[in-house]
């Protein structure tokens, strides 16, 4: 995560690359184990879960996991895990993102809200049998507090921290530097005292090679197999209740085209797409028996970043990044030749909502949209008069600058992305008609010519939590990477004085109202800065099979999504199904199960996570 800015720390923190994982959810049932019948087309290890007893839900996914340790876990897939294996301070409700009870079962500020009092629960054992308590919670934030290694993941929440203690078995208190409004949601996996303390170098652990691995969370990891499988098996004394499948697989499918169809084969009960289905893909299960497509609303956006100068902490430059685009007006006129409603209409097929704001429209609270007179619709007019006054005239077909060289520029593409490179066909045809040369450059890697500030441009997208705080913070000035080409939270090196205090000051305001006044300044300013520009926010689009699932939580529950939750809801509340198909007519839609909560307060924030020298992954890969 990224460290806070100063002079919230006093001492050096490590500079933490992202992902969001944010919010919500919060299921009160307790749930007994159902064994289903042999469904139709079960594949063979379903077959013999079923004769043994056992009910097992297979998960097929296209990313693989970076590790499994909390302090490292950097991708979707993996911290989606960790939240399963390990349980944090508080939840998010389903239905509207509040905060609600995990391991702390209520949370306390003092006065003058700097010492925060969490109770903790109980009834929460680890999987090894011991009691677990304040003094775990304690000592994973001290550990990160004094260990960089350890703050790698998740080091922004204690930065502001001034002292943790446990007092007691069940009561842990939090003393604050400052004020900070994301004490209710502390993204942060407790782990296990007794096992975790005979980590040495936490840099280096993976938390990978003992099986069962300790945790508390509604699932224990019992095997793992990279770029295979990942195996669970439901933890029966979960203080909520036990899930009701007895073992979750996720299984890893490079190419998606195969999962799609182990779905129809009844290989798999779910698929979750790359991160989405394709529309493609969406459309050949239409209709299907016993398929059922969920759409809604997605939390990730999908944009495009400029290179405005890579740059180190202390203001040393590095990379190769093109100087026109250190000027504004070039900037905006790139963002103004960009025709969205196309790319909603021919490469997202209707599957997504044309970007505006930095944050989603699914998080109402803080999407904020630009004025009339502000919004860098699609203008290419405009955009060419733009150029002109930066010194980029036509000379013929190509726009030259003053030292009579053409407009030329690079954009980083995922190879594995087809959204990435439909797009970037659109784009080098748009910015041609301006003059502007463009080379696609598609690499299944991205990560080394980014942190090593060798490009132009590049396509960017994060998974946004219900609290902002987490994606505000990767462009602030204390993001910037210690050294050149090092890892870093920064999401493409931007360093400005009234960004950082404008995040300095959201991040102190408990206020609702007022903080969500101040986020929408910061995206004003990101908007008007052409930094970065919003095209879409993509829909989440993802298929089960009705005839081995019955029921399962999405999130939100009206109408959200099902893999990459911010709680643990959907593969806690998945219930088998019987055997029969009655309710298996494809179709599209959300389904929910109905839950009871105990609703406690209020404040949310974002989780994410990063592992240290390790290489930015692609976007889908990103929280």
Request: charged share 25%; aromatic share 10%; net charge neutral.
């Amino acid at each position: 995560m990224v460290e806070r800015v100063p002079p919230r720390s006093a001492k050096p923190r490590s500079r933490l690359r992202v992902l969001l994982a944010s919010g919500a959810a919060a299921l009160a049932l307790a749930a007994g184990s159902v064994v289903p019948g042999m469904p139709l087309g079960a594949a063979p290890q379903q077959a013999q879960a079923a004769d043994s007893g056992k009910s097992t839900l297979t998960v097929a996914v296209a990313q693989s996991v970076d590790s499994l340790s909390p302090f490292l876990a950097q991708k979707l897939m993996s911290t989606s895990i960790t939240r399963l294996m390990y349980d944090f301070l508080t939840n998010y409700d389903p239905k509207d993102n509040h905060a609600i009870p995990g391991l702390a079962t209520k949370w306390e500020p003092s006065a003058d809200k700097l010492t925060w009092t969490y109770t903790i629960r109980s009834d929460s054992k680890w999987s090894d049998g011991q009691q677990a308590t304040a003094e775990d919670a304690a000592w994973t934030f001290n550990r990160m507090m004094t260990d960089e290694a350890a703050a790698q993941a998740n080091g922004n929440f204690v930065a502001n921290f001034k002292k943790v203690t446990a007092p007691s078995p069940t009561q842990l208190v939090i003393e604050l530097k400052e004020p900070q409004a994301t004490m209710a949601a502390l993204d942060v996996p407790i782990v296990p005292k007794h096992v975790w303390e005979k980590v040495g170098d936490f840099s280096k652990f993976n938390n990978d090679k003992t099986f069962p691995i300790v945790g508390n969370g509604p699932f224990v990891v019992t095997d793992y197999k990279v770029d295979q499988y990942v195996k669970l098996k439901a933890n029966k004394n979960f203080w909520r209740g036990s899930p009701k499948f007895d073992e979750l697989v996720f299984k890893t499918y490079k190419d998606q085209d195969a999962a799609v169809a182990a779905l129809r084969k009844g290989e798999v009960s779910f698929v979750a797409g790359s991160p989405a289905l394709t529309p493609a893909q969406a459309a050949s299960l239409k209709g299907e028996k016993n398929i059922k497509i969920n759409e809604g609303p997605g939390r990730r956006f999908f944009a495009l970043a400029t290179n405005p100068g890579a740059q180190t902490e202390d203001g040393k430059k590095f990379g190769n990044g093109n100087k026109a685009l250190l000027d504004q007006k070039v900037r905006q006129a790139l963002f103004l030749s960009i025709d969205r409603k196309t790319v909603i209409d021919k490469v997202f097929q209707g599957h997504a909502v044309e970007g505006q704001g930095y944050i989603p429209p699914r998080f109402s609270a803080y999407h904020w949209q630009p004025t009339a007179e502000q919004s860098l619709a699609y203008d290419p007019a405009k955009a060419a008069k733009l150029l002109d006054e930066a010194g980029y005239k036509l000379k013929g077909d190509q726009r030259v600058g003053k030292d009579g060289k053409p407009l030329d520029l690079r954009i980083l593409c995922h190879a594995t992305d087809p959204n990435d490179k439909a797009i970037g066909k659109y784009l080098k045809e748009w910015w041609g008609k301006l003059g502007i040369g463009l080379k696609v450059d598609c690499l299944d890697n991205v990560s080394v010519p980014w942190y090593a500030g060798e490009y132009d441009l590049a396509f960017d997208g994060w998974s946004v939590n219900p609290d902002p705080d987490f994606v505000l913070g990767i462009h602030t000035c204390a993001a910037l990477p210690a050294k050149a080409k090092a890892s870093a939270a920064t999401d493409n090196f931007i360093c400005d004085k009234k960004y950082d205090e404008l995040y300095k000051k959201q991040l102190a305001e408990y206020d609702p109202a007022k903080r969500a006044d101040i986020v929408g300044e910061m995206q004003s300013w990101l908007y008007d800065s052409g930094y970065m520009s919003v095209i879409a926010y993509p829909n989440a689009v993802e298929a089960y099979r009705t005839d081995q699932i019955k029921s399962i939580t999405t999130m939100p529950e009206a109408a959200g999504n099902i893999y990459g939750q911010d709680g643990y809801w959907s593969w806690w509340s998945a219930a088998p199904a019987s055997g029969d198909s009655s309710d298996g007519s494809g179709g599209s839609g959300s389904t929910g199960v109905v839950i009871g909560i105990i609703v406690v307060v209020v404040v949310l924030a974002g989780g994410g996570l990063f592992i240290a020298k390790r290489r930015r992954n692609t976007a889908d890969d990103r929280e």
